[in-house]
Structures are given as C-alpha cells and as structure tokens.
C-alpha cells in the first residue's frame, strides 16, 4: 500500500516536472522566459525545455472586451504566459467628450496594436492593455477639446490620424507598434441631434431653392438664345432672298435691256439713217394716247409738236412705201423691219393723224 502511493506521488512529481519543464508554444506566440527572476531568453515557437525551479515564463496581463448571451458588453481581465504576436484589436466602451464649443459627445473609439518587442510589452509597462486605453481616452479628449462640434463631424479621418502619431509615439517604448486608431461613432446629445436634422432640412431646401432658380435662370438664357439665334437666322434668310431677288431683277432688266436694245437695232436697220429716233418718238407718243383718253373729259387737247410729229410719221409711211422700188440688197435685209413699220404706220389715218373715238 505504501509502495503504491509513493509510486503515485512520484509520477504525480514527474508531471508537475514535466509540466514545468517540457513548453510548447503556438505559432505566432512567445515565452519570456525569467531564470532566477532575471529575463534570460524568448521561447519561439515550437518545443522548448526549461530548467525546473530555476527557469519560468514570465505571466502579462491582459484584457477583453466582449459581449455575453444577453449583449451586454463587458471587459474580462486576466494574465497569461503567453504573448501573441498578432495584430490584435483593444476595443472599449464610448466615453463623453467635451468638444471646444462646450457639448458632451459619446465617442466609441478602437485601437488595433501589435506587440513587436516581447520584452518591453512584459518590462517596460505593467498593464500593457489598460496603458494602451488609458492613453488612447486622453489622447481622445485632447484632440476632441480643440475642436467645435461641426468641425468634429466632419473630421474623423483628422482625428484618427492624429491619435495614431501621438499614441504610436508614446507606445514605442512598450514594445508596441499601432497600425491604425479608429472612430466607430460619435453621438451628440438628442437635442443637438434634432438641431442639426433642423438645420440639414433648412439647409436640403435652400439648395433645392437655388437648383430651382439656376435652372429657371439656364431655361430662359437658353430661350433668348434660341430666340435670338431664330431671329439672326431669319434675317440671314431674307437678306439671302432680297439678294437673290435683286440679282433676279437685274438679270430680267439686263436681258429687257438687251431684248430693247436688239429691237432698236432692227428697226434701225429696217429704217432709213437718222429715222429710228422719229419712229421711236412717234411710237412712244401713241402708246400714250389711249391713257390720255381714258378720262371723263371729251375734249383731248395736244401739243402743236403732235402735229408735226403726224405729219413726220405720214411722211415716214410715204417713205417706206416708196422703198419697196431700192435695190435688191437692201431688201433683203431690211424688208421684215420695213414690213413691220409700214404695218404700224397703215394703222395711221391719210394724213398720219391718229384715229380716235370720243364719246359724247
């Protein structure tokens, strides 16, 4: 029976041994390892042997922010021998802050840290977690403290890099290195919370108002160019026609001219020399006796050049009919004006008056 409890104390004595001798750490994990109360080495990864009751790791303190099965969020405290390697995430309740403007905001900030020197997160701080926290609220209220209310809003990104260079700057004699400092909320108090709704509101309808008004404003420029630019067009249109239709007229004038001039070339060769301008006299005269008879009067009265200019064309008439005798080239070339004369001088009474009817 004695045999059989020492035997048991002795393998009980060599697992405490074991235990205390025989460390594998995980990967990502180190051990300080103290020997005689002095640090001495880092245990890496992997198996590591200790001397028992001379060598022993070295406990840190550490913390966690979790939420249990009703959702409440609480911090659970605790110690390990462990230390990871990995970025880890120091997550804490929100705090008031008082902004330089005088409000109290409720701000939920995070912090990711990872721990690059072992020795100095063991030695150089005692709770390396609530050191972290402590500094990271503080750093939070400082640069809160500086700034109003709007100006926090819209500035996260400010904040957040200036927590990181202020807290990398103190935690880099803890063996810390931060990656980054993050604002998860900021929540102003109810009351200022329905001002700033008041505000955005009044401010969504000023814009709207303005939008509105600069649309009106580009509608109506866009009219009155369009108006403008109709009427330029417009203008462009019958200046081009009045120019099309002068050239017209010009055109029909020039071959009238031509088709007038060609005329009195014909009669000119048909008549005798220095006849033509008699002839064209007379003509004219004629065609203006029937307007001068269209009036209501019955009595016509015409110039005493009229008589000598019948008595010309009477004579013109005994002229032309005389020629039909001439010789034969000048026929030839002149018999179809002559035809034409003669035909217009037979119209002609005997003595080359004009034949009128008057009314009574």
Do not use: C
Not at 123 to 143: C, D, F, H, M, S
Not at 280 to 304: D, H, M, R, V, W
């Amino acid at each position: 029976m004695a045999g059989l409890a020492f035997l048991l104390m002795a393998v009980a004595l060599l697992g405490v041994l074991g235990a205390s001798t025989i460390k594998i750490v995980g990967q990502a994990e180190v051990m300080v390892i103290e020997r005689l109360g002095r640090f001495h080495r880092l245990a890496r990864s992997g198996l590591n042997i200790l001397i028992p009751f001379i060598e022993r790791p070295r406990a840190i303190d550490v913390r966690y922010y979790e939420a249990d099965a009703s959702g409440i969020k609480k911090i659970t405290a605790a110690s390990t021998t462990r230390i990871d390697l990995r970025e880890q995430v120091l997550n804490f309740p929100s705090q008031p802050v008082i902004t330089k403007d005088n409000v109290t905001i409720d701000i939920d900030a995070v912090l990711y840290y990872r721990v690059a020197d072992p020795q100095k997160a063991t030695y150089a701080v005692q709770n390396l977690p609530y050191a972290l926290e402590t500094l990271t609220r503080t750093t939070l209220r400082n640069i809160v403290g500086e700034m109003e209310l709007d100006q926090t809003l819209v500035s996260r990104d400010v904040i957040n890099k200036r927590m990181r260079e202020v807290i990398e700057e103190a935690s880099i004699g803890w063996g810390v290195d931060v990656t980054r400092v993050e604002l998860q909320t900021i929540e102003p108090p109810a009351d200022i919370q329905q001002s700033m709704e008041l505000v955005m509101r009044a401010e969504r309808e000023r814009r709207a108002t303005v939008t509105t008004a600069e649309a009106k404003k580009t509608s109506a420029i866009l009219e009155s160019e369009g108006q403008r630019e109709a009427q330029v067009r417009k203008a462009e249109g019958e200046r081009d026609a009045a120019v099309l239709r002068a050239r017209g007229m010009a055109e029909a004038r020039l071959a009238m001219a031509e088709a007038e001039a060609e005329s009195v070339r014909r009669i000119a060769a048909a008549l005798p020399d220095g006849q033509a301008a008699t002839y064209l006299l007379g003509l004219k005269y004629l065609e203006a006796l029937p307007n001068l008879a269209q009036g209501k009067g019955s009595t016509i009265f015409l110039p005493s050049e009229a008589a000598g200019l019948m008595s010309a064309l009477g004579g013109l008439r005994e002229m032309l009919g005389a020629r039909p005798g001439s010789g034969g080239e000048s026929q030839s070339s002149r018999g179809q004006g002559s035809t034409q004369v003669r035909a217009f001088l037979d119209s002609l009474g005997p003595s080359g008056s004009a034949k009128t009817d008057q009314g009574e």
